[in-house]
Structures are given as structure tokens and as C-alpha cells.
């Protein structure tokens, strides 16, 4: 069955991930930008990043018959750095009208700190200058329900359209709050911290399959880039029908993702 992947990071994987995508029935991924493992030292090393995700990997994707999206921002993690993020948000309008371009992410907080939150604000502004879909990180564990509340409530105060939002990684205790204020919500399916698809699935039954995503969010880290179709599978072999499926892993995410024009599949 036809899936999109609306989170993952092909920059850290190999054209064979992509090949092993496009088997199990792949037709398009969204890459947020992110934190890649290390920090990048200076503005002009975002504009590489930027290329990357701008050139190179719709490039490799469309050899596979896949369709490469991406979100640009500064990471919440180097967010830390408040000088560096503003020459980085200084650089993104220069890429917004790139054709694979679907908005400002993946932003969010980290650590919930003061820093983060001030250039969180100033990304939500930059987003909504340029009228750009926004993609949100979550920060992990014990972190998580302040910092999704703190982030719900930034995009509240200056005005986002909720639907015009995804929120990321939520988990049993988060995913109602951002359902209930009409935000979009994504689910990652982690080998050990996050999701697995059987808790994911479980929280599909609890909650239905109104404005909730699936993603492999799959990086240089542990995770697995395959995530999304174990998780079909999962779904399959608990007999929810077939238009179910289809619902969660492609009709959801086409809907949020093709809010931008640019956005096909
Ligand atoms: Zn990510």
C-alpha cells in the first residue's frame, strides 16, 4: 500500500534506505532540518544543509520514484546559540521558494529553555511572514508535556491557524492536548525511546485517526527507516480496515502537507 513518511531524515541514510522506501510502497517523505549529530559551526554551514535538503536529495529520491519535501530552520538544539540562530534565519527566505519546499521545521524546544524559546518565537514570526506550514519538535522523556505546552501555547499567542501546524512526537500523555486545540499530531516510532508501532497503534484505538501522522523519523541515531510500514503492518494484522490504513498513512499526511501548493504525491 501507497504510505508517506512525513518525518524522516534521508540526509543521514543511504540510497539504499531509499530503495527499501520505494519497495514497501513509498511515494513521498518530508525531511525536516535537525540537529545531524554535531554542531554546525557557523551560518554557512546551514547553507550547505540547505542545498542539501533543497538539491541533493530530491535528486537521489526521484531515482527511486520518490518524491523529497523539506522544512528549513535552525534546530532547537543550536537554538541555544541566539546570535547563530538569527544569521541562520536570516538565510532561510533566501530558500522558501525552492520546489520542495514546504515550510519552517523542524522547530520546537529542547531542553525548554529560555534561549530556545525566544528563537522558538521568532521562527513562529518567520513562519508566519512568509505564510509557511510549520512543523514542531517536541523535546523527549521527562521534558515533554511542559515543553509541548509551552510550544502550544507560543503558537496560540501569536495567532497560528492550528491546522497549519504538526505537532511532533507526541506520546500517550501529550497527544490529547494537541488534538483537543486543533493542532495536528505525529507519532514516531522509535526502537527504544518514542513509539513503538504496537504503542502506536494503541494510541490510534484510543484517540481515532482524525489529524494524527505516523513517522519513522528515522536519522543517524538508532531508529529504523521502515518504521512507518511495520506499523501498517501492526495495523493489518489487528483487522482495522483497509480504508483505515489508507487514512493513517497517506490520505492524513497528504491532507497536512498539501496545504502547500508545492506539495504533491
Ligand atoms: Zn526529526
Not at 520546489?99 to 521562527?123: A, F
Amino acid at each position: 500500500m501507497d504510505y508517506i513518511d512525513p518525518h524522516i531524515h534521508m540526509v543521514s541514510r543511504t540510497t539504499d534506505d531509499y530503495e527499501r522506501l520505494a519497495r514497501c510502497g513509498c511515494r513521498a517523505v518530508s525531511e525536516p532540518a535537525f540537529w545531524s549529530g554535531f554542531n554546525r559551526a557557523s551560518a554557512e554551514g546551514f547553507r550547505d544543509y540547505f542545498l542539501q535538503l533543497t538539491e541533493f536529495e530530491p535528486t537521489r529520491a526521484r531515482r527511486y520514484g520518490i518524491r523529497h519535501y523539506c522544512w528549513l530552520c535552525i534546530n532547537p538544539k543550536q537554538a541555544e546559540d541566539p546570535g547563530l540562530a538569527r544569521e541562520v534565519m536570516a538565510l532561510i527566505p533566501e530558500y522558501l521558494d525552492r520546489p520542495n519546499v514546504l515550510g519552517i521545521g523542524e522547530i520546537g524546544l529542547n531542553r525548554n529553555s529560555k534561549n530556545e524559546l525566544v528563537v522558538l518565537e521568532e521562527q513562529i514570526a518567520l513562519a508566519l511572514r512568509h505564510d509557511q506550514l510549520i512543523l514542531v519538535h517536541t523535546p523527549h522523556l521527562e521534558d515533554k508535556l511542559k515543553g509541548t505546552k509551552l510550544i502550544l501555547d507560543a503558537l496560540d499567542d501569536q495567532g497560528v491557524r492550528p491546522e497549519r501546524a504538526l505537532i511532533d512526537h507526541v506520546e500517550e500523555h501529550t497527544v490529547q492536548m494537541v488534538l483537543e486545540r486543533g493542532y495536528w499530531a505525529g507519532m514516531t516510532l522509535y526502537p527504544d525511546t518514542k513509539c513503538t508501532p504496537q504503542r502506536a497503534v494503541d494510541i490510534l484505538e484510543v484517540h481515532g485517526t482524525e489529524r494524527l501522522c505516523l513517522n519513522s523519523a528515522g536519522d543517524w541515531g538508532p531508529s529504523d527507516p521502515l518504521a512507518v510500514p511495520k506499523a501498517m503492518q501492526e495495523m493489518r494484522r489487528r483487522e482495522h480496515p483497509v480504508e483505515r490504513l489508507r487514512q493513517v498513512f497517506y490520505a492524513n499526511p497528504h491532507a497536512f502537507l498539501s496545504q502547500s501548493p508545492r506539495f504533491r504525491a
